[in-house]
């Protein structure tokens, strides 16, 4: 009886180790913002941005102004993607509105995913993180040879979704590929009930920009040059921005409806203009989308529909639920900011190549200083609706 007392007493004492060291990991959280619907930005260390520094600094990957001393934080590292879910178990999300560029499609039955971009903010919890796709590998290419990719595992399948095969032919694996299954706690952790409930052990998978970037730093010799001294921004092509429309020239007000597969309502997205602060609102499934980071709703500067064929991998994965997209070649475009919509078209070349978005006109969009928010909608069965 009193070696299970003692087993017992050591099994509590390892959990509460764990539990601990999670939470020491993630505690260092950024405060809620009061006055923004943007999160107030930490560097790595902890220390806080100076808020009162000029902001004269375009952020190269969405225009936002920030000030010198951003910049000088943000030019020693590359740009960051991370793969974060959207099962309806897995909302609130941590990070979303902390991302420069985020990047939403179908990953499978109907359940949507984002390819999260960061570079010139961090976030102090990212996730649920979960597993890579064919398409968002293509998406995040255009960020120089060596974009760092954060991700749990991926599809496998032989066949044209091997995300993780295509990650090997690329030079990605062990390099600038961040698969959890190599790297594990303290740089990925899981935080049972991040959100205050009990979850399935697929929604539960955490880490944080800045453990990212160090871990690419001290262990793949990766920050904004990699081995050989080349910066990752040689070659990699930015949008061009400009100012918000001036207040009386925004209309009263704009909603989108996107929806995916429009049987699986749960996943539709609500886009609301806020004509004050020239964002738009996201709602997924009827509800507003929160970041758990600020406990504040989602809010893009602009938002960026691309419609590219959806079909099934037939690759012989569990009810064929391996997806890809034609996002390569060109398509259909609309593009919304400052209350206004915008058709237009996208193209992009090849997997390494710049993702463009035209106007009706032929001339490339300038968008709004701030997130962008790509949504891809399947031109089979996606549906838009604009009020």
């Known amino acids: 009886m009193q070696k299970k007392i003692i087993f017992l007493v050591l099994v509590v004492g390892v959990f509460a180790v764990s539990f601990g060291g999670a939470y020491l990991f993630f505690s260092k959280a950024v405060a809620p913002s009061k006055t923004s619907y943007f999160p107030a930005q930490k560097t790595a260390n902890g220390e806080a941005f100076d808020p009162n520094l000029p902001k004269t600094e375009p952020c190269p990957l969405n225009g936002a102004l920030y000030s010198t001393q951003q910049r000088d934080w943000w030019q020693k590292h590359r740009p960051l993607g991370v793969m974060i879910e959207n099962h309806e178990d897995a909302r609130p ?180 203009y806020d004509r004050v602060n020239n964002v738009y609102l996201r709602s997924n499934g009827g509800k507003a989308h929160l970041d758990r980071n600020t406990n504040k709703q989602i809010a893009a500067k602009n938002i960026v529909v691309l419609w590219m064929q959806e079909s099934n991998a037939n690759d012989g994965y569990e009810n064929n639920l391996h997806l890809l997209y034609g996002d390569k070649g060109t398509g259909k475009a609309v593009i919304f900011m400052d209350g206004k919509q915008t058709t237009g078209t996208w193209k992009k070349q090849d997997r390494k190549s710049h993702l463009y978005i035209y106007d009706a006109n032929g001339a490339q969009v300038k968008f709004d200083r701030g997130l962008i928010w790509f949504e891809v909608l399947p031109l089979q069965e996606g549906s838009l609706t604009v009020k």
């Open 93 to 272: 999300q941590s990070g979303l509105s902390s991302a420069d560029i985020v990047y939403e499609a179908v990953a499978e039955g109907a359940i949507t995913r984002f390819l999260t971009v960061f570079y010139c903010n961090d976030a102090p919890y990212v996730g649920p993180v979960r597993s890579a796709r064919t398409y968002f590998v293509d998406f995040l290419s255009e960020y120089g040879p060596a974009p760092l990719y954060a991700h749990v595992g991926g599809a496998n399948s032989e066949g044209p979704a091997n995300a993780l095969g295509q990650i090997e032919e690329y030079g990605w694996a062990n390099y600038n590929d961040l698969s959890e299954f190599s790297i594990g706690c303290p740089v990925f952790c899981r935080i049972e009930n991040r959100n205050g409930v009990t979850v399935a052990t697929e929604h539960t998978m955490y880490s944080s920009t800045s453990k990212l970037w160090d871990y690419a730093a001290k262990s793949r010799q990766l920050t904004n040059v990699d081995k050989s001294g080349k910066n990752w921004d040689m070659g990699f092509v930015p949008y061009t921005f400009k100012d918000d429309a001036p207040l009386a020239d925004r209309p009263a007000s704009q909603t989108i409806r996107l929806e995916f597969w429009p049987q699986y309502s749960q996943y539709a997205v609500d886009w609301t």
